[in-house]
């Protein structure tokens, strides 16, 4: 089944989600479906359902929000080596307390 694709979105992810499944380039699904609109109106319905109907790709970076969440920074801190393993699990301990 197509997955939305988060990474390449414009709104929902539902045409590049769509292109990535069947292999098409995803400008001509967006044109097919930005015409549609335009003139018969339908597709926004039918969008609205695939973007309710297909699930996220889970194997997609998560959306930013989630991304950015505080333990996600202390774990980059961490790779990078601006933190110890130590001043790490001091931090993620104060987090959850």
Do not use: H, W
């Amino acid at each position: 089944m197509p997955a939305r694709d988060l990474n390449n979105k414009i709104i929902f992810g539902v045409c590049s989600g769509l292109s990535e499944y069947y292999g098409v380039d995803v400008m001509i699904l967006r044109l097919i479906f930005l015409i549609g609109f335009l003139f018969m109106g339908i597709t926004i319905i039918v969008y609205l359902v695939l973007a309710l109907i297909m699930p996220r790709d889970r194997n997609q970076d998560t959306p930013n929000d989630i991304k950015d969440s505080p333990v996600n920074i202390l774990k980059l801190r961490l790779a990078r080596g601006e933190i110890t393993k130590e001043q790490f699990e001091d931090m993620i301990n104060t987090l959850r307390n």
